[in-house]
């Protein structure tokens, strides 16, 4: 038998720490899982387990990004009444019944109860379900007239559907779920007066010009699409870090007609927050294209950029979990920059004729 390379040695251990903790996590749950029991299920040291997850968190949420599963493409969308019913039905699905362990059904619906219970995490937190909303808001405002706003409405899904999943963990059997989508259906026929006028944008200062040459990395994927996302077209790409990802819709909403947005995610803390990105997002885009059509889905990309190879190449000073910088990128140059607050919508409303600081 031919020996294993050491690549092929690190994917074998790493696959058998992810077996191991997904019988652990689904026995006892993420508070009462153990590392040292981990390690033993899976027949190494202690040390193996950490050499390739540095935290029981990091494990956890890699455990749940591996169990994420993108099938089913819908043909066609539901009618603007039905969308935001079918998506809540879509989501539902994750849920576990009744009769399922408290731990068990915590992993099948991919739970996060107890797990960021620091600062830091608890902003991603919020941050990733401010991205998670203006996904889904896209999506309903393709199925809504024009220059309609769908952000309160998908926050408020977005809020009755995640009190459902808690509530699934600690109240088996509480509630209807087909209640809850014909609920969500409802909430799409609220006046909720959503408006986008963010007080600071009249106080932002222009992109300044610049004539940098762009050599974009090795395609990263889109989180959204599973595809690559090439860097190679013209387009504006922001970079956002896990505590400012709510800044996206600066660059959604101030984009001219046919520009490529791109939001490059960065962070401090790959192995955790970025994980993070990628479960919430993945998984949200997996219920958004079994429900939306492709040409209802978001023109919008979300890479994630945890070794700074996009913001390196762009000249991105100092990326991290508060990175907030943008640039605009045509005919293979960067043509434009700004970092700081309003830098997406800086770069992004930019004219065509150059128009900067």
Request: charged share 25%; glycine share 8%.
């Amino acid at each position: 038998m031919a020996r294993l390379t050491r690549a092929q040695q690190q994917e074998r251990t790493r696959a058998a720490v992810l077996a191991a903790a997904r019988e652990e996590f689904a026995e006892h749950g993420y508070s009462d899982a153990k590392v040292d029991r981990i390690a033993a299920r899976a027949e190494l040291t202690r040390g193996a387990v950490y050499s390739n997850f540095p935290s029981k968190r990091a494990l956890y949420l890699a455990v749940l990004v591996d169990s994420v599963e993108h099938v089913g493409e819908a043909a066609s969308s539901p009618a603007p009444d039905e969308a935001a019913a079918a998506f809540a039905r879509v989501w539902l699905e994750r849920l576990p019944w009744s009769g399922e362990t408290p731990a068990g059904g915590s992993l099948q619906s991919r739970s996060l109860d107890g797990v960021f219970d620091d600062e830091p995490g608890r902003t991603s937190m919020a941050q990733v379900t401010k991205l998670e909303a203006l996904l889904l808001a896209l999506c309903l405002e393709s199925r809504t007239p024009r220059g309609t706003r769908r952000v309160r409405l998908a926050e408020l899904v977005l809020t009755l559907l995640n009190g459902a999943g808690h509530l699934a963990g600690t109240a088996p059997g509480f509630g209807d779920p087909f209640d809850v989508a014909r609920a969500c259906g409802h909430l799409a026929h609220l006046d909720l007066a959503d408006t986008w006028d963010p007080p600071h944008l009249p106080f932002v200062a222009p992109a300044q010009r610049a004539q940098d040459p762009w050599h974009p990395p090795a395609e990263l994927p889109d989180l959204l699409t599973g595809r690559p996302a090439g860097f190679d077209g013209d387009g504006v790409i922001v970079f956002l870090g896990t505590g400012r990802l709510d800044a996206a819709e600066e660059a959604v909403r101030a984009a001219r007609p046919g520009d490529r947005v791109t939001v490059a995610v960065t962070t401090g803390d790959p192995a955790e927050l970025g994980r993070l990105v990628r479960l919430r997002i993945g998984d949200l885009a997996g219920c958004l294209r079994r429900v939306f059509a492709p040409d209802d889905r978001p023109r919008l990309r979300v890479v994630l950029d945890h070794r700074a190879a996009v913001a390196t190449a762009a000249a991105i000073p100092e990326t991290g979990d508060a990175t907030e910088c943008a640039v605009r990128v045509e005919a293979g140059t960067i043509v434009a920059r700004a970092c700081g607050r309003g830098a997406a919508y800086a770069v992004a409303s930019m004219t065509r004729s150059g128009q900067a600081g």
